[in-house]
């Protein structure tokens, strides 16, 4: 039995390292985007300044390792084997719900995760004891949980997301109406001020939160404790006199200094106090099976009241830790993609938006545009203008090909936005609040950008719908987190065979997470993948919209093909696949359509032709998008629906359209491809050719219908097929006679400069 413990703990070990790279991966979100959104300071000093503080707060972190001993349930209440059930089955939990949010980019508490993976893993322990005692009941399960704290929790999530976002929101509104979105001239006057006050809120904020259960803390606490506010006022002195020497003396803007400061107090305050999320367990098992090894007790019977006693830490294992999550900061590709979502929801800019609108997110921001119409009827008309002057935005113009290089927001808000998570963080730790620090970070930053007028009518629906998703996510975390728990609690306790079971099984969801996340954020494009047009001028256009055209080509052919050959074999799976086909191409026009915006405020005066020919040919690519989609989709439906198969005629009919379609899209590429545009001319030569069949199978399945058709379904949508065929073939030759008339050999195209 001894050695079924001892695999116990080292598999506990490696879940704890494998947990310290999925949980920095999505708390990494917590202190880099401010920095990393403003690019105020270089992306290489903010990883060395953010790798500082994880690891001067890990190797020094001590006080919160208590969380995962007793402050979920009462230790002296299980035995060692329920202790050791408990703590496996919270961090297989927890490793798989991590790395499932990291995949889908999206920011979760890993606060929040442990704590509720804890409260589900003993109650179903306990649950499971009280139902073996015939003299418990389940009225008695109070006693084995700390209930008390599980409440206090979810009550700090809930307030702090709503302080959060208001406070985030008043700061900056305000911070905007004194420094507007041309600050430079105004951080000259009163940036020293602003310095010192977002300085010391940051240094209150890295004593009291950061440096909190440190052994440095100790013997600081008498100092600090009781003297708060004489301490805040010098350090306010200071830092406001420090801004100003830096700004007279270097010439140089305080704002990435307080960036800075923020972003090694937010990292330092994570790894010290979150390390508990990751390794607190672990640790927790390791000082649980020490003490029974010695014991000579029946792992059955062996109290863990010992779990209630102060430890002290381990300081090689803090520093191994602290290593660890430094390499996952610099290496891990989903920190990055959990990064880049809430930097997407609180960008200044227009961009692809990450998050569809929903139901929900429509029907707030028409409720908040009420209250806002209400709100400004009762202000004057006169200050209504004051106050849109101050947030004026500065018109940048940058080429094209620089614009995704432009900042998410300005060294302001990302100022504010460090300098409110810092004093919403301290303050509830003073009072003893537990909160998480992603829900307090995050939130701010959705409040800032909103009083920041980020969120206009060009993206107000996406970016709440965003909001929406981020916060019902943290919801699912904590049912999931205990529910899960609770599940794999279960199961081990019902046989340990499990326990390996469950091992294999997480790791096989962890590849597989793996191996579909480095799918979809590849930076390599797919081979026929379409591509934004940047040339200036008409002929430039033409050649380099060539290769779209092939690729669409290309796609569209097999889509078609494909439609045909699954309603021929009733092949409902190939069906099904091709519309995922055609709804990427979709999706990849669609796109195309939302860059018109910046290929156009990027043309000079003599270029203007070049913009039509644009929006033309990508209207009709659209079309020919349009037709395959409505081929595939009816295609799908019918079959899905187990409707008659169509005839031996009607598929013959189809085909040997599908065959002249084929030449064409062929002969079409092969132009394309090879820049041969003079070639186009045969090809719309022989376009009556294609109308009259497809007009011939419309008038043979009117005579059939007439004489001998039995099935409306299938009259139905053999119609549809060549109905849509035909515009298919408008579409396609109203693109080529658009490229026929357009191109001018004799002419060099023109391209763009960087500038």
Do not use: C
């Amino acid at each position: 039995m001894d050695t079924i413990y001892l695999l116990m703990i080292a598999a506990l070990t490696i879940l704890a390292a494998a947990d310290l790279v999925v949980g920095v991966s999505n708390d990494a979100v917590n202190f880099l985007n401010s920095a990393i959104g403003s690019k105020a300071v270089p992306l290489k000093t903010i990883m060395i300044v953010a790798s500082l503080g994880i690891f001067i707060g890990a190797v020094f972190s001590s006080g919160m390792m208590e969380v995962a001993r007793k402050g979920i349930f009462n230790p002296s209440e299980f035995m060692f084997n329920e202790i050791m059930i408990i703590f496996m089955a919270v961090m297989i939990t927890d490793i798989l719900l991590l790395d499932f949010f990291n995949t889908l980019g999206l920011p979760t508490s890993t606060t929040v995760s442990i704590v509720f993976e804890l409260l589900g893993a003993s109650v179903a322990v306990a649950l499971i004891k009280i139902s073996a005692n015939n003299s418990e009941s389940f009225v008695d399960l109070g006693k084995y949980i700390n209930s008390d704290q599980a409440l206090l929790i979810i009550s700090g999530i809930l307030m702090s997301v709503v302080i959060a976002f208001t406070v985030g929101a008043l700061v900056q509104y305000v911070s905007r109406l004194v420094f507007t979105f041309h600050y430079e001239s105004k951080i000259r006057n009163i940036g020293a001020f602003f310095g010192g006050l977002g300085l010391t809120a940051i240094t209150y904020f890295i004593f009291l939160k950061g440096l909190k259960g440190t052994p440095f803390y100790d013997d600081l606490s008498r100092y600090v404790e009781g003297n708060e506010a004489v301490i805040m006022l010098i350090s306010f002195v200071f830092w406001t006199l420090f801004s100003y020497l830096y700004m007279m003396i270097l010439k140089r803007n305080i704002l990435p200094v307080v960036i800075v400061a923020g972003t090694f107090g937010l990292a330092l305050a994570f790894s010290g106090n979150d390390l508990v999320n990751f390794i607190g367990v672990p640790m927790a098992a390791w000082h649980s099976y020490e003490a029974w090894s010695v014991s000579g007790v029946d792992a059955t019977a062996f109290s863990m009241e010992v779990l209630a006693q102060k430890v002290p830490a381990e300081p090689i294992l803090l520093f191994i830790a602290g290593a660890i999550m430094v390499l996952t900061l610099w290496f891990s590709k989903k920190a990055k993609t959990v990064a880049e979502t809430e930097i997407s929801l609180s960008r200044q800019g227009e961009g692809a938006e990450k998050f569809q609108p929903n139901l929900l997110s429509r029907m707030v921001v028409r409720g908040t545009q009420g209250i806002g119409y209400v709100i400004n009827s009762m202000i004057p008309k006169s200050v209504q203008e004051k106050i849109d002057l101050k947030f004026e935005k500065p018109v940048i113009t940058v080429a094209k090909n620089k614009e995704y290089e432009l900042p998410a927001f300005d060294a302001i808000r990302a100022s504010v936005n460090l300098m409110v998570a810092g004093v919403l963080i301290s303050i509830a730790t003073s009072y003893k609040l537990p909160l998480s620090t992603t829900y307090v970070t995050f939130m701010v930053a959705m409040g800032t950008s909103l009083a920041d007028r980020a969120w206009g009518s060009e993206s107000a629906v996406y970016r709440v719908a965003g909001v929406l998703n981020v916060i019902g996510g943290w919801f699912f975390t904590a049912f999931s987190a205990f529910t899960a728990a609770a599940i794999l609690a279960a199961l081990i306790s019902w046989n340990e065979v499990m326990i390996p079971i469950l091992l294999l099984l997480a790791v096989l969801l962890l590849a597989r997470n793996y191996i579909s996340h480095k799918k979809s954020s590849s930076a390599i494009k797919a081979e026929d993948s379409l591509t934004k047009a940047e040339s200036s001028s008409v002929q430039g256009v033409i050649h380099e919209s060539a290769k779209n055209i092939a690729n669409v080509l290309k796609r569209g052919n097999k889509i078609y093909t494909n439609a045909i050959e699954g309603l021929a074999k009733q092949d409902l799976s190939s069906l099904k696949k091709n519309k995922k086909q055609v709804n990427k191409l979709s999706d990849e026009i669609d796109d195309l359509r939302d860059n018109i915006f910046y290929f156009i405020k990027n043309l000079d005066d003599s270029s203007v032709g070049a913009s039509n020919f644009y929006i033309n040919i990508l209207g009709y690519l659209q079309d020919v998008t349009q037709s395959l989609e409505y081929i595939s989709k009816v295609s799908h439906k019918h079959i899905n629906n187990n409707h008659k198969k169509l005839k031996f005629s009607q598929i013959k009919e189809l085909k040997e359209i599908d065959g002249q379609l084929e030449v064409l899209f062929r002969e079409t590429k092969d132009a394309f491809d090879t820049h041969s545009f003079y070639k186009i001319g045969s090809i719309l030569a022989n376009k009556a050719e294609l109308y009259d069949l497809v007009k011939e199978k419309i008038q043979k399945q009117v005579e059939r219908t007439r004489s001998e058709e039995s099935s409306p379904k299938n009259t139905t949508l053999y119609f549809s097929l060549l109905l849509e065929t035909k515009d298919l073939l408008n579409a396609l030759m109203n693109l080529l006679e658009e490229y026929y008339n357009s191109f001018d050999s004799n002419i060099e195209p023109a391209k763009i400069t960087e500038e």
